[in-house]
């Protein structure tokens, strides 16, 4: 089987990807792809990998993935509806999560997601070092959970995430399922209960450590920041398209998928490895 990572769109670097890459390599051929509009891009692949774009998708890249899918292909998508950045944080204490436009919500949307632009706050969350004073010379560092980088939890029993551990997030959107008549929905990571959400644009800043948080705050629930969806899709351009495409032999339109498989994530750090340049 071969899977293409997607390029083109300002994904992660191959270098950040070399930890999966590695990982897929010994079982199935990996090879990164530009589409660039080319009817052909994915003609030879089985699976499509798309990891943390941060520009817009093209209707014409649209469209290639709408029919790779389809024709029975499987998509993981790892998309950040919302930008925010750590090395600001680190250097003035504050900045500001933005919201990032790639032109895939109505298309996650017919598939049946909607990738909020917002963030989960969480208070399980993984600690990070916080300079509370001076030993001496020496900064004196603690360790503080850092809200927006929930710790996820399997939702279910299912073979993808059964029997692992928590997995770290970072910045990470919630996902809402939406109706897509004949699409079985298996939520697979999920916050805890003791969760709120912060819509973009949203301010972040290290003073939220100063005090304890106000749990009465914290109570959306588990929230969820993975998903699996199983079905026959129908396509995004359904209804869209003039019928000298959907006509057109050449183009080979099809309006609803062969039964196939997707995973919607919405935080690619999940897969991203640490590099130094």
Sequence with gaps: KRIAIIEGHGEISELELADITEELDQFYAVERVEIAGRLDALKLFDAILIAGPDSSFTEKDKYMIDQFIMRGGKALWLVEPVVANMDSIRRTGITLGLPRELNLEDQLFKYGVRVNRDFILDLQALPIPIVTGMIGNQPKQE????????????????????????????????????????????????????????????????????????????????????????????SVFKNRLSPAVTENPEFRYIEKSEPTAMIVVSDADIIRNRANP
């Design 143 to 234: 360790f503080y959970p850092w809200y927006y980088f929930p710790l996820l939890m399997n939702k279910s029993n299912h073979p993808i995430v059964n029997n692992i551990d928590a997995v770290m997030t970072n910045f990470i959107s919630s996902i809402d399922t939406v109706g897509a008549p004949g699409i079985k929905k298996t939520p697979l990571l999920v916050s805890s209960q003791y969760s709120k959400i912060a819509n973009a644009p949203h301010r972040i800043s290290l003073n939220i450590l100063r005090e304890a948080p106000d749990e009465r705050q914290y109570n959306k629930g588990n929230r969820m920041g993975a998903v699996l969806l199983e079905g026959e899709f129908e």
